[in-house]
């Protein structure tokens, strides 16, 4: 145990407190912090998903029908409620529900899935299953689900600010020919009520000096962000297709869905290419922690009860959940894989979460320090893990 915290949970912290020292003495200015953010969320993680995924094979997701489906409506299901009470208990909008539960609600598998559960259960079948499964679930699903409530939280925002302009243009407008009939005067009112540019400019959004257009609330507008460069940009009108389009236009959606369809149709990946992927995947934990101390630096540390509240979601109700699942569904007489899923749960915050956070400048405040004390507290959960879960399984076996 001792080895697994000095090992795996030291660097992690020492690491992010480097990347929190350069953000303060201004180590890297915007465009170097922002430049670092899209080289993980759009290249180095991508092909990080990618390759983790694409080992999986067809087999393992149906040797165990049953530990697949408690770990996705699982992981699926704590995702959502984690989006809906940051919501009602915390007032957020969509999108910062969205990086929420990208963060309180994902654990980081792909990084420490290996690093823990190997040193304590064993490199063995049920390790690489239980990781494979869980890796699924994380990046094919619930990051795609992310971004579409990112792209649908910022487009009704959108829609929201130019209802508004559009009505005070038009109260503009009346007053306009309203004061031309008292005076007699004629009335040029056609910038108020002709081609809606008042309207568009009236919602808040600008470009800055990266070429990323910025909302009235400071985030970064994910769906136009992504289409930067092109000559022509159709919108499509229906929000929900709109902010699914969208989402499906980012690497770090695509790549996991792409392998995971590879999995399921039953092709395997040549073993020759996975060095072309790994390289530059190596490079994305490292790279993500180092920006989510780089986030840190950026915005007051918060030890508020969000924070303590994300924290316990992450590595208390989380796993406790599962252990009540894998109950009900009869995985204790199976203790070590009840066990490996539990641990593999209540892992610290993915740090994709803090990515998506620092590169769209949402919910950097609250994730950051989320990620930073979930990370910590990690080192206690991991151990009452360890020592609860066969008293558990033994009780119930």
Known sequence: MVQILVNDILPILVIMILGYICGKFSYFDDDQRQGLNKVVLNIALPAALFVSIVKATREMLVSDITLTLISLFGIVGMFMLSFF?????????????????????????????????????????????VIAIVAIVVNAITIPIGYYLINLGQAKDKAKALAAAGKSAAGKAAEAVSAAANTGAKAVADAAVGDGKLAIAADGTHVDKHGDTITAKGEVDVSRSSNKGTKKHHEIKNPNLAAIVNALKQPVCWAPILAVLLVIIGVQFPSELDPCFELIAKANSGLAVLSAG????????????????????????????????????????????????????????????IIISSRYNIYVQEGASSVAVSTVGFAATCVLIVWIMPIITHMFA
């Open 294 to 353: 780089l986030a840190l630096s950026t915005v007051k540390f918060s030890l508020g009860v969000e924070t303590l509240w994300n924290t316990f979601f992450r590595l208390i109700l989380t796993p406790a959940v599962f252990i009540g699942l894998g109950l009900i569904f009869g995985m204790a007489g199976d203790g070590d894989k009840l066990s490996l899923l539990v641990m593999a749960v209540a892992l610290p915050p993915a740090f994709s979460g």
């Open 85 to 129: 009470l940051c919501k009602l208990l915390f007032h957020h909008s969509t999108q910062e529900a969205a990086v929420c539960a990208l963060i309180a609600g994902s654990p980081t598998i792909g990084f420490l899935g290996f690093a823990v559960l190997d040193p304590i259960y064993g490199n063995n079948v049920d390790t690489n299953l």
